[in-house]
Protein backbone atom coordinates (compact mmCIF):
# COMPACT_ATOMS: atom_id res chain seq x y z
CA UNK A 1 0.00 0.00 0.00
CA UNK A 2 1.57 3.33 -0.51
CA UNK A 3 1.03 6.08 1.89
CA UNK A 4 -0.80 8.83 0.80
CA UNK A 5 -0.49 12.43 2.94
CA UNK A 6 -3.18 13.48 5.66
CA UNK A 7 -3.01 17.17 5.49
CA UNK A 8 -3.72 19.06 2.56
CA UNK A 9 -3.41 22.99 2.33
CA UNK A 10 -5.57 25.20 -0.20
CA UNK A 11 -2.51 27.79 -0.71
CA UNK A 12 1.57 27.24 -0.09
CA UNK A 13 3.01 28.94 2.88
CA UNK A 14 4.74 31.46 0.52
CA UNK A 15 0.88 32.42 -1.27
CA UNK A 16 -0.31 32.61 2.55
CA UNK A 17 2.85 34.79 3.63
CA UNK A 18 2.27 37.04 0.47
CA UNK A 19 -1.72 37.78 1.19
CA UNK A 20 -1.24 38.08 4.79
CA UNK A 21 1.28 41.22 3.92
CA UNK A 22 -0.89 42.51 1.13
CA UNK A 23 -3.72 42.82 4.07
CA UNK A 24 -0.77 44.41 6.29
CA UNK A 25 -0.20 46.79 3.21
CA UNK A 26 -4.14 47.39 2.57
CA UNK A 27 -4.51 48.67 6.84
CA UNK A 28 -1.34 50.41 6.44
CA UNK A 29 -2.61 52.27 3.64
CA UNK A 30 -6.35 52.51 5.35
CA UNK A 31 -4.42 54.58 8.20
CA UNK A 32 -2.38 56.63 6.28
CA UNK A 33 -5.15 58.12 4.03
CA UNK A 34 -7.41 58.68 7.12
CA UNK A 35 -5.00 60.80 8.71
CA UNK A 36 -4.29 62.89 5.64
CA UNK A 37 -8.15 62.94 5.14
CA UNK A 38 -8.78 64.38 8.99
CA UNK A 39 -5.71 66.48 8.63
CA UNK A 40 -7.51 69.58 7.39
CA UNK A 41 -11.14 69.14 8.88
CA UNK A 42 -12.84 71.49 10.49
CA UNK A 43 -14.56 69.10 13.65
CA UNK A 44 -16.70 71.63 14.62
CA UNK A 45 -18.39 71.62 11.41
CA UNK A 46 -18.82 68.12 11.88
CA UNK A 47 -20.19 67.71 15.24
CA UNK A 48 -22.44 70.60 14.44
CA UNK A 49 -23.53 68.44 11.23
CA UNK A 50 -26.49 66.60 12.91
CA UNK A 51 -27.75 70.06 14.11
CA UNK A 52 -27.67 71.60 10.67
CA UNK A 53 -29.09 68.55 8.61
CA UNK A 54 -32.16 69.05 10.92
CA UNK A 55 -32.27 72.73 10.82
CA UNK A 56 -32.01 72.47 6.39
CA UNK A 57 -34.19 68.76 7.22
CA UNK A 58 -37.42 71.01 9.20
CA UNK A 59 -36.81 73.59 6.08
CA UNK A 60 -37.23 71.01 3.71
CA UNK A 61 -40.70 70.06 5.54
CA UNK A 62 -43.28 70.14 3.96
CA UNK A 63 -42.81 70.45 0.80
CA UNK A 64 -44.66 72.98 -1.41
CA UNK A 65 -46.88 70.68 -3.47
CA UNK A 66 -48.35 74.29 -5.08
CA UNK A 67 -45.16 74.64 -6.63
CA UNK A 68 -46.05 70.89 -8.95
CA UNK A 69 -48.29 72.52 -11.76
CA UNK A 70 -44.68 74.72 -12.44
CA UNK A 71 -42.77 71.43 -12.59
CA UNK A 72 -44.66 69.84 -15.47
CA UNK A 73 -43.10 71.50 -18.35
CA UNK A 74 -39.67 71.04 -17.40
CA UNK A 75 -40.58 67.21 -16.76
CA UNK A 76 -41.91 67.23 -19.67
CA UNK A 77 -38.53 68.96 -20.83
CA UNK A 78 -36.42 66.65 -18.74
CA UNK A 79 -38.13 63.43 -20.47
CA UNK A 80 -37.81 64.75 -24.01
CA UNK A 81 -33.87 65.39 -23.55
CA UNK A 82 -33.27 62.03 -22.02
CA UNK A 83 -35.15 60.11 -24.98
CA UNK A 84 -34.40 61.90 -27.67
CA UNK A 85 -30.69 62.19 -26.46
CA UNK A 86 -30.61 58.35 -26.35
CA UNK A 87 -32.09 57.81 -29.42
CA UNK A 88 -29.03 59.83 -30.77
CA UNK A 89 -26.72 57.84 -28.32
CA UNK A 90 -28.28 54.55 -30.48
CA UNK A 91 -27.84 56.38 -33.27
CA UNK A 92 -24.65 56.81 -33.40
CA UNK A 93 -23.37 54.22 -31.50
CA UNK A 94 -24.72 51.52 -33.03
CA UNK A 95 -22.26 51.49 -36.56
CA UNK A 96 -19.17 52.49 -33.97
CA UNK A 97 -20.28 49.09 -31.85
CA UNK A 98 -20.05 46.96 -35.36
CA UNK A 99 -16.85 48.79 -36.37
CA UNK A 100 -14.89 48.04 -32.56
CA UNK A 101 -16.31 44.10 -32.43
CA UNK A 102 -13.53 42.14 -33.81
CA UNK A 103 -15.68 39.71 -35.78
CA UNK A 104 -17.24 42.65 -37.77
CA UNK A 105 -14.59 44.94 -37.76
CA UNK A 106 -13.83 45.70 -41.89
CA UNK A 107 -10.39 46.64 -40.39
CA UNK A 108 -8.88 45.90 -37.47
CA UNK A 109 -5.78 47.52 -37.51
CA UNK A 110 -7.43 51.21 -38.33
CA UNK A 111 -10.65 51.13 -37.53
CA UNK A 112 -11.44 49.52 -34.56
CA UNK A 113 -8.97 51.15 -32.42
CA UNK A 114 -10.72 54.76 -34.01
CA UNK A 115 -13.64 53.05 -32.62
CA UNK A 116 -12.81 51.73 -29.57
CA UNK A 117 -11.05 55.38 -28.85
CA UNK A 118 -14.84 57.15 -29.50
CA UNK A 119 -15.78 54.73 -27.00
CA UNK A 120 -13.47 55.42 -24.52
CA UNK A 121 -13.53 59.18 -25.37
CA UNK A 122 -17.51 59.32 -24.56
CA UNK A 123 -17.37 57.19 -21.34
CA UNK A 124 -14.74 59.36 -19.98
CA UNK A 125 -16.73 62.49 -19.50
CA UNK A 126 -19.30 62.72 -17.22
CA UNK A 127 -22.47 63.69 -18.89
CA UNK A 128 -22.53 66.95 -16.92
CA UNK A 129 -19.10 68.18 -18.00
CA UNK A 130 -20.34 67.38 -21.64
CA UNK A 131 -23.21 69.70 -20.79
CA UNK A 132 -20.95 72.49 -19.64
CA UNK A 133 -18.78 72.34 -22.61
CA UNK A 134 -21.57 72.05 -24.94
CA UNK A 135 -23.53 75.14 -23.11
CA UNK A 136 -20.51 77.27 -23.19
CA UNK A 137 -20.57 76.50 -27.23
CA UNK A 138 -24.44 76.21 -28.29
CA UNK A 139 -25.55 78.34 -25.71
CA UNK A 140 -28.14 77.33 -23.02
CA UNK A 141 -30.73 75.43 -23.99
CA UNK A 142 -32.76 71.64 -24.55
CA UNK A 143 -30.21 71.23 -27.41
CA UNK A 144 -27.11 71.23 -25.43
CA UNK A 145 -28.45 69.02 -22.98
CA UNK A 146 -29.70 66.28 -25.81
CA UNK A 147 -26.46 66.69 -27.44
CA UNK A 148 -24.82 65.69 -23.95
CA UNK A 149 -26.70 63.10 -22.96
CA UNK A 150 -26.30 61.42 -26.49
CA UNK A 151 -22.16 61.83 -27.01
CA UNK A 152 -22.56 60.26 -23.18
CA UNK A 153 -24.23 57.51 -24.41
CA UNK A 154 -22.43 56.25 -27.26
CA UNK A 155 -19.82 54.94 -25.34
CA UNK A 156 -22.23 53.13 -23.05
CA UNK A 157 -23.81 51.52 -25.36
CA UNK A 158 -21.62 51.11 -28.04
CA UNK A 159 -19.02 49.08 -25.15
CA UNK A 160 -22.23 46.74 -24.74
CA UNK A 161 -23.33 46.46 -27.63
CA UNK A 162 -19.59 45.68 -29.21
CA UNK A 163 -18.87 43.10 -26.69
CA UNK A 164 -22.92 41.39 -27.31
CA UNK A 165 -21.78 41.25 -30.90
CA UNK A 166 -18.89 39.70 -30.32
CA UNK A 167 -20.38 36.90 -28.22
CA UNK A 168 -22.43 35.97 -30.85
CA UNK A 169 -22.83 32.12 -32.01
CA UNK A 170 -20.32 31.92 -35.05
CA UNK A 171 -22.26 28.50 -35.97
CA UNK A 172 -25.01 30.78 -37.23
CA UNK A 173 -22.92 33.23 -39.00
CA UNK A 174 -21.45 29.90 -40.40
CA UNK A 175 -24.78 28.55 -41.60
CA UNK A 176 -25.37 31.63 -43.21
CA UNK A 177 -22.54 32.32 -44.86
CA UNK A 178 -22.71 28.52 -46.35
CA UNK A 179 -25.80 29.75 -48.21
CA UNK A 180 -23.70 31.78 -50.63
CA UNK A 181 -25.75 35.56 -48.61
CA UNK A 182 -23.59 38.81 -48.73
CA UNK A 183 -21.80 39.94 -45.83
CA UNK A 184 -24.88 42.21 -45.56
CA UNK A 185 -27.24 39.42 -45.74
CA UNK A 186 -25.49 37.60 -43.13
CA UNK A 187 -25.51 40.91 -40.93
CA UNK A 188 -29.17 40.84 -41.23
CA UNK A 189 -29.89 37.41 -40.91
CA UNK A 190 -27.19 35.75 -39.01
CA UNK A 191 -25.85 38.74 -36.63
CA UNK A 192 -28.81 40.78 -36.24
CA UNK A 193 -31.30 38.58 -34.62
CA UNK A 194 -28.66 37.25 -31.75
CA UNK A 195 -28.01 40.85 -30.58
CA UNK A 196 -31.79 42.45 -31.18
CA UNK A 197 -32.40 41.29 -27.13
CA UNK A 198 -29.30 42.78 -26.23
CA UNK A 199 -30.09 46.02 -27.87
CA UNK A 200 -33.45 46.31 -26.43
CA UNK A 201 -31.96 45.78 -23.12
CA UNK A 202 -29.20 47.80 -23.69
CA UNK A 203 -30.84 50.98 -24.52
CA UNK A 204 -34.00 50.77 -22.13
CA UNK A 205 -31.54 50.56 -19.45
CA UNK A 206 -29.14 53.76 -20.70
CA UNK A 207 -32.76 55.33 -21.55
CA UNK A 208 -33.34 54.87 -17.78
CA UNK A 209 -29.98 55.86 -16.82
CA UNK A 210 -30.51 59.48 -18.74
CA UNK A 211 -33.44 60.04 -16.99
CA UNK A 212 -32.10 60.57 -13.92
CA UNK A 213 -28.85 62.60 -15.72
CA UNK A 214 -31.26 64.76 -17.83
CA UNK A 215 -32.92 65.69 -14.40
CA UNK A 216 -29.79 67.72 -12.90
CA UNK A 217 -28.14 68.86 -16.15
CA UNK A 218 -30.56 71.78 -15.73
CA UNK A 219 -27.68 72.64 -13.34
CA UNK A 220 -25.49 73.78 -15.55
CA UNK A 221 -28.11 75.53 -17.86
CA UNK A 222 -28.94 72.63 -20.23
CA UNK A 223 -32.83 72.85 -19.16
CA UNK A 224 -35.04 70.82 -17.92
CA UNK A 225 -36.39 70.03 -13.57
CA UNK A 226 -32.34 70.65 -13.33
CA UNK A 227 -32.94 74.51 -13.92
CA UNK A 228 -35.67 74.61 -11.56
CA UNK A 229 -33.69 72.57 -8.78
CA UNK A 230 -30.94 75.12 -9.18
CA UNK A 231 -33.53 78.37 -9.00
CA UNK A 232 -34.88 76.69 -5.66
CA UNK A 233 -31.54 76.41 -4.51
CA UNK A 234 -30.23 79.97 -5.34
CA UNK A 235 -33.39 81.71 -3.19
CA UNK A 236 -32.89 78.91 -0.39
CA UNK A 237 -37.07 77.94 -1.44
CA UNK A 238 -35.95 74.65 0.07
CA UNK A 239 -39.71 73.57 0.56
CA UNK A 240 -39.75 73.74 -3.66
CA UNK A 241 -36.53 71.76 -3.55
CA UNK A 242 -38.25 68.90 -1.66
CA UNK A 243 -40.82 68.98 -4.64
CA UNK A 244 -38.22 68.76 -7.17
CA UNK A 245 -36.74 65.85 -5.36
CA UNK A 246 -40.08 63.82 -5.43
CA UNK A 247 -40.93 64.82 -8.74
CA UNK A 248 -37.32 63.22 -9.73
CA UNK A 249 -37.62 60.51 -7.19
CA UNK A 250 -41.61 59.30 -8.87
CA UNK A 251 -39.83 59.46 -12.30
CA UNK A 252 -37.22 57.32 -11.84
CA UNK A 253 -39.04 54.75 -10.28
CA UNK A 254 -41.56 54.86 -13.40
CA UNK A 255 -38.83 54.70 -15.58
CA UNK A 256 -37.45 51.69 -13.88
CA UNK A 257 -40.96 49.93 -13.92
CA UNK A 258 -40.93 50.55 -17.60
CA UNK A 259 -37.39 49.55 -18.71
CA UNK A 260 -37.92 46.18 -16.22
CA UNK A 261 -40.88 45.14 -18.11
CA UNK A 262 -39.31 46.14 -21.70
CA UNK A 263 -36.50 44.23 -20.56
CA UNK A 264 -38.32 40.69 -19.02
CA UNK A 265 -40.94 41.33 -22.43
CA UNK A 266 -37.66 40.94 -24.77
CA UNK A 267 -35.85 37.62 -23.20
CA UNK B 1 -19.78 15.35 -59.02
CA UNK B 2 -17.40 16.40 -56.90
CA UNK B 3 -13.45 15.98 -57.87
CA UNK B 4 -11.32 17.07 -55.15
CA UNK B 5 -7.04 17.40 -55.68
CA UNK B 6 -4.21 17.07 -53.44
CA UNK B 7 -5.98 19.20 -50.76
CA UNK B 8 -3.93 20.44 -47.90
CA UNK B 9 -5.01 22.63 -45.14
CA UNK B 10 -2.53 23.98 -42.93
CA UNK B 11 -3.48 25.91 -39.93
CA UNK B 12 -1.75 28.77 -39.09
CA UNK B 13 -0.34 27.18 -35.59
CA UNK B 14 1.40 24.56 -38.03
CA UNK B 15 -0.75 21.76 -37.48
CA UNK B 16 -1.39 19.70 -40.77
CA UNK B 17 -5.20 19.25 -40.82
CA UNK B 18 -5.29 17.75 -44.02
CA UNK B 19 -2.35 15.89 -46.25
CA UNK B 20 -3.17 15.97 -49.98
CA UNK B 21 -6.69 14.50 -49.95
CA UNK B 22 -7.94 12.91 -53.42
CA UNK B 23 -11.65 11.83 -53.87
CA UNK B 24 -14.15 12.05 -56.27
CA UNK B 25 -17.74 11.84 -55.53
CA UNK B 26 -20.33 10.73 -58.46
CA UNK B 27 -23.46 12.10 -58.68
CA UNK B 28 -25.89 10.81 -56.30
CA UNK B 29 -23.40 8.68 -54.00
CA UNK B 30 -23.81 9.53 -50.21
CA UNK B 31 -20.44 9.07 -48.85
CA UNK B 32 -19.61 8.52 -45.05
CA UNK B 33 -16.58 10.45 -43.71
CA UNK B 34 -15.26 8.48 -40.47
CA UNK B 35 -12.00 9.13 -38.24
CA UNK B 36 -10.86 9.86 -34.81
CA UNK B 37 -11.23 12.98 -33.61
CA UNK B 38 -9.33 15.67 -34.79
CA UNK B 39 -8.40 13.28 -37.79
CA UNK B 40 -9.78 16.61 -40.40
CA UNK B 41 -13.13 15.37 -41.25
CA UNK B 42 -14.74 18.99 -40.32
CA UNK B 43 -12.07 20.54 -41.82
CA UNK B 44 -12.13 18.63 -45.31
CA UNK B 45 -16.12 19.76 -45.28
CA UNK B 46 -15.55 23.08 -44.46
CA UNK B 47 -12.66 23.28 -46.89
CA UNK B 48 -14.84 22.02 -50.38
CA UNK B 49 -17.50 25.65 -49.63
CA UNK B 50 -14.14 27.26 -48.13
CA UNK B 51 -15.54 28.18 -44.89
CA UNK B 52 -12.11 27.07 -44.11
CA UNK B 53 -9.16 28.86 -46.61
CA UNK B 54 -7.36 25.77 -47.84
CA UNK B 55 -3.49 26.01 -48.31
CA UNK B 56 -3.08 24.03 -51.31
CA UNK B 57 -4.81 21.68 -53.87
CA UNK B 58 -8.20 22.03 -56.05
CA UNK B 59 -11.50 21.04 -55.31
CA UNK B 60 -14.08 20.95 -58.74
CA UNK B 61 -17.91 20.81 -58.30
CA UNK B 62 -19.18 19.51 -61.71
CA UNK B 63 -16.20 20.85 -63.73
CA UNK B 64 -16.33 24.46 -61.80
CA UNK B 65 -13.23 25.14 -59.83
CA UNK B 66 -13.85 26.41 -56.25
CA UNK B 67 -9.91 26.99 -55.34
CA UNK B 68 -9.11 31.11 -56.03
CA UNK B 69 -12.18 32.20 -56.64
CA UNK B 70 -13.44 35.95 -55.44
CA UNK B 71 -15.47 36.62 -52.67
CA UNK B 72 -18.49 37.39 -55.42
CA UNK B 73 -17.87 34.56 -57.63
CA UNK B 74 -17.38 31.93 -54.37
CA UNK B 75 -21.12 33.33 -53.16
CA UNK B 76 -22.49 32.52 -56.13
CA UNK B 77 -21.46 29.01 -56.11
CA UNK B 78 -21.89 28.28 -52.58
CA UNK B 79 -25.40 28.07 -53.40
CA UNK B 80 -24.89 25.10 -55.23
CA UNK B 81 -23.30 23.45 -51.89
CA UNK B 82 -25.92 22.77 -49.15
CA UNK B 83 -24.45 22.32 -45.83
CA UNK B 84 -26.11 20.69 -42.73
CA UNK B 85 -24.70 21.01 -38.86
CA UNK B 86 -23.84 19.34 -36.01
CA UNK B 87 -26.05 21.42 -33.78
CA UNK B 88 -28.35 22.79 -36.21
CA UNK B 89 -26.55 25.77 -36.91
CA UNK B 90 -30.02 27.45 -37.29
CA UNK B 91 -30.76 31.34 -36.13
CA UNK B 92 -32.16 30.86 -33.23
CA UNK B 93 -34.60 33.83 -32.96
CA UNK B 94 -35.99 33.73 -36.59
CA UNK B 95 -38.75 31.84 -37.63
CA UNK B 96 -38.33 28.45 -39.00
CA UNK B 97 -39.79 30.00 -42.36
CA UNK B 98 -37.67 32.61 -42.24
CA UNK B 99 -34.66 29.78 -41.55
CA UNK B 100 -35.44 27.88 -44.63
CA UNK B 101 -35.91 30.54 -46.68
CA UNK B 102 -32.39 32.22 -45.62
CA UNK B 103 -31.28 29.13 -48.06
CA UNK B 104 -31.98 31.72 -50.59
CA UNK B 105 -30.31 34.28 -49.99
CA UNK B 106 -27.87 33.81 -52.46
CA UNK B 107 -30.42 34.39 -55.19
CA UNK B 108 -32.21 36.92 -53.80
CA UNK B 109 -31.09 41.15 -53.60
CA UNK B 110 -30.30 42.62 -49.69
CA UNK B 111 -33.71 44.38 -50.24
CA UNK B 112 -35.77 41.46 -51.23
CA UNK B 113 -34.10 39.93 -48.17
CA UNK B 114 -34.04 42.75 -45.58
CA UNK B 115 -37.82 43.16 -46.25
CA UNK B 116 -38.60 39.34 -46.28
CA UNK B 117 -40.54 39.69 -49.51
CA UNK B 118 -39.10 36.33 -51.40
CA UNK B 119 -40.38 35.25 -54.45
CA UNK B 120 -43.35 33.23 -55.10
CA UNK B 121 -41.61 30.35 -56.33
CA UNK B 122 -39.20 30.25 -53.70
CA UNK B 123 -42.14 30.45 -50.83
CA UNK B 124 -44.24 27.64 -52.45
CA UNK B 125 -40.76 25.51 -52.28
CA UNK B 126 -39.96 26.48 -48.99
CA UNK B 127 -43.91 25.08 -47.80
CA UNK B 128 -42.95 21.83 -50.10
CA UNK B 129 -40.13 21.22 -48.14
CA UNK B 130 -41.06 22.10 -44.60
CA UNK B 131 -44.08 19.48 -45.88
CA UNK B 132 -41.47 16.89 -46.82
CA UNK B 133 -39.63 17.16 -43.68
CA UNK B 134 -42.64 16.87 -41.22
CA UNK B 135 -42.73 20.50 -40.02
CA UNK B 136 -45.78 22.09 -41.72
CA UNK B 137 -47.31 23.62 -38.79
CA UNK B 138 -44.32 24.85 -36.92
CA UNK B 139 -43.40 27.19 -39.86
CA UNK B 140 -44.61 30.25 -37.81
CA UNK B 141 -42.91 29.12 -35.14
CA UNK B 142 -39.14 30.76 -33.58
CA UNK B 143 -36.29 27.90 -34.55
CA UNK B 144 -35.64 27.35 -30.62
CA UNK B 145 -39.27 26.72 -29.47
CA UNK B 146 -38.35 23.40 -31.53
CA UNK B 147 -37.30 19.86 -30.45
CA UNK B 148 -33.67 18.78 -31.59
CA UNK B 149 -35.13 16.60 -34.43
CA UNK B 150 -37.42 18.72 -35.13
CA UNK B 151 -34.51 21.37 -35.81
CA UNK B 152 -32.30 19.20 -37.48
CA UNK B 153 -35.17 19.00 -40.36
CA UNK B 154 -34.91 22.50 -40.12
CA UNK B 155 -31.53 22.44 -40.95
CA UNK B 156 -32.13 20.21 -44.23
CA UNK B 157 -34.94 22.23 -45.39
CA UNK B 158 -33.05 24.82 -45.11
CA UNK B 159 -29.98 23.01 -47.04
CA UNK B 160 -32.53 22.01 -49.80
CA UNK B 161 -34.44 25.19 -50.33
CA UNK B 162 -30.37 26.13 -51.84
CA UNK B 163 -31.71 23.21 -54.74
CA UNK B 164 -28.08 22.07 -54.24
CA UNK B 165 -25.93 19.90 -56.48
CA UNK B 166 -23.97 18.79 -53.44
CA UNK B 167 -24.61 18.29 -49.55
CA UNK B 168 -22.12 18.83 -47.21
CA UNK B 169 -23.11 17.60 -43.72
CA UNK B 170 -21.19 17.67 -40.59
CA UNK B 171 -21.98 15.18 -37.72
CA UNK B 172 -25.74 15.17 -38.52
CA UNK B 173 -26.51 13.38 -35.83
CA UNK B 174 -24.36 14.09 -33.48
CA UNK B 175 -26.53 16.35 -30.69
CA UNK B 176 -29.32 13.76 -31.57
CA UNK B 177 -30.70 10.42 -29.25
CA UNK B 178 -30.10 7.11 -30.91
CA UNK B 179 -33.84 6.57 -32.35
CA UNK B 180 -33.99 10.38 -33.58
CA UNK B 181 -30.81 10.03 -35.06
CA UNK B 182 -31.46 7.16 -37.34
CA UNK B 183 -34.63 9.11 -38.29
CA UNK B 184 -32.75 11.62 -39.42
CA UNK B 185 -30.26 9.54 -41.33
CA UNK B 186 -32.96 7.55 -43.30
CA UNK B 187 -34.48 10.96 -44.21
CA UNK B 188 -31.28 12.37 -45.38
CA UNK B 189 -30.89 9.23 -47.60
CA UNK B 190 -34.12 9.49 -48.69
CA UNK B 191 -34.18 12.79 -49.86
CA UNK B 192 -30.62 11.98 -51.86
CA UNK B 193 -32.16 9.48 -53.58
CA UNK B 194 -35.37 11.34 -54.51
CA UNK B 195 -32.93 13.77 -55.52
CA UNK B 196 -30.09 12.15 -57.04
CA UNK B 197 -28.21 14.65 -54.60
CA UNK B 198 -24.75 13.58 -53.70
CA UNK B 199 -23.27 14.02 -50.30
CA UNK B 200 -20.29 13.89 -47.85
CA UNK B 201 -21.81 12.72 -44.05
CA UNK B 202 -19.41 13.80 -41.46
CA UNK B 203 -19.66 10.55 -39.19
CA UNK B 204 -18.59 9.45 -35.51
CA UNK B 205 -20.93 6.78 -35.02
CA UNK B 206 -19.44 3.59 -37.17
CA UNK B 207 -22.43 1.72 -37.10
CA UNK B 208 -24.54 4.21 -38.41
CA UNK B 209 -22.45 4.92 -41.50
CA UNK B 210 -21.76 1.07 -41.78
CA UNK B 211 -26.15 0.99 -41.87
CA UNK B 212 -26.41 3.98 -43.76
CA UNK B 213 -23.92 4.57 -46.49
CA UNK B 214 -23.10 3.68 -49.95
CA UNK B 215 -19.50 4.24 -49.65
CA UNK B 216 -17.33 4.74 -46.65
CA UNK B 217 -13.56 6.95 -46.53
CA UNK B 218 -11.47 6.59 -43.60
CA UNK B 219 -9.51 9.76 -42.10
CA UNK B 220 -6.63 9.01 -40.17
CA UNK B 221 -4.37 12.23 -39.45
CA UNK B 222 -5.30 14.55 -42.77
CA UNK B 223 -5.02 11.35 -45.06
CA UNK B 224 -7.57 9.30 -46.23
CA UNK B 225 -6.66 5.62 -45.16
CA UNK B 226 -9.44 4.15 -46.35
CA UNK B 227 -11.75 4.29 -49.45
CA UNK B 228 -14.13 1.40 -49.96
CA UNK B 229 -17.67 -0.08 -49.61
CA UNK B 230 -18.89 -0.58 -45.72
CA UNK B 231 -19.03 -4.01 -45.91
CA UNK B 232 -15.19 -3.82 -46.42
CA UNK B 233 -14.80 -1.76 -43.16
CA UNK B 234 -13.33 -4.92 -41.17
CA UNK B 235 -11.66 -4.80 -37.91
CA UNK B 236 -8.53 -4.02 -39.39
CA UNK B 237 -9.71 -1.49 -41.38
CA UNK B 238 -10.91 0.24 -38.27
CA UNK B 239 -7.69 -0.56 -36.29
CA UNK B 240 -5.94 1.53 -39.26
CA UNK B 241 -8.18 4.37 -39.18
CA UNK B 242 -8.55 4.62 -35.37
CA UNK B 243 -5.24 3.48 -33.63
CA UNK B 244 -4.91 0.20 -32.70
CA UNK B 245 -4.45 1.15 -28.92
CA UNK B 246 -7.66 2.70 -29.11
CA UNK B 247 -9.74 0.50 -30.79
CA UNK B 248 -8.39 -2.16 -28.23
CA UNK B 249 -8.72 -0.06 -25.23
CA UNK B 250 -12.20 0.87 -26.35
CA UNK B 251 -12.98 -2.53 -27.10
CA UNK B 252 -11.33 -3.43 -23.38
CA UNK B 253 -13.94 -1.24 -22.24
CA UNK B 254 -16.75 -2.83 -23.73
CA UNK B 255 -15.45 -5.72 -21.88
CA UNK B 256 -15.24 -4.68 -18.74
CA UNK B 257 -19.06 -2.98 -19.01
CA UNK B 258 -20.36 -6.37 -19.68
CA UNK B 259 -18.72 -7.88 -17.28
CA UNK B 260 -20.04 -5.37 -14.51
CA UNK B 261 -23.44 -5.99 -16.03
CA UNK B 262 -23.30 -9.53 -15.43
CA UNK B 263 -22.51 -8.69 -11.59
CA UNK B 264 -25.01 -6.31 -11.12
CA UNK B 265 -27.53 -8.62 -12.73
CA UNK B 266 -26.45 -11.72 -10.33
CA UNK B 267 -26.50 -9.15 -8.05
CA UNK B 268 -30.15 -8.72 -8.28
CA UNK B 269 -31.19 -12.03 -8.69
CA UNK B 270 -29.75 -12.53 -5.64
CA UNK B 271 -31.72 -9.50 -3.93
CA UNK B 272 -34.89 -10.68 -5.60
CA UNK B 273 -34.19 -14.08 -4.33
Known amino acids: MTEFPQTWAFRTPRARLALWFGWLCLVALFVYCWQVMTSTTIWMFIWDAPRQAADIGSRMFPPRLSYLPELMIPLWDTLNMATLGTMLGVILAVPVAFLAARNTTPSALILRPVALFIIVASRSINSLIWALLLVAILGPGLLAGIIAIGLRSIGFIGKLMYEAIEETDIRQIEAVTATGASPAQVLNYAIVPQIMPAFWGITVFRWDINIRESAILGLVGAGGLGLKLQASLNTLAWPQVTTILLVILATVIVSEWVSARVRSAII | ?273
Request: hydrophobic letters at 40%; proline letters at 4%.
Open chain 2, 1 to 273: MLTVTDLTKTYKTGDKALAEVSLTVPKGQVVGLIGPSGAGKSTLIRCINRLVEPTSGKIALSGAELTGLGPRALRRERRRIGMIFQEYALVERLTVMENVLSGRLGYVSFWQSFTRRFPSADIERAYRLLDRVGLMEHADKRADALSGGQRQRVGIARALSQEPELLLVDEPTASLDPKTSRQIMRLLIEICAERGLPAIVNIHDVPLAQQFMQRIIGLRAGRVVFDGPPEQLTESVLTTIYGAEDWTAMRKDGEADRVAEAEAVARLAMISA
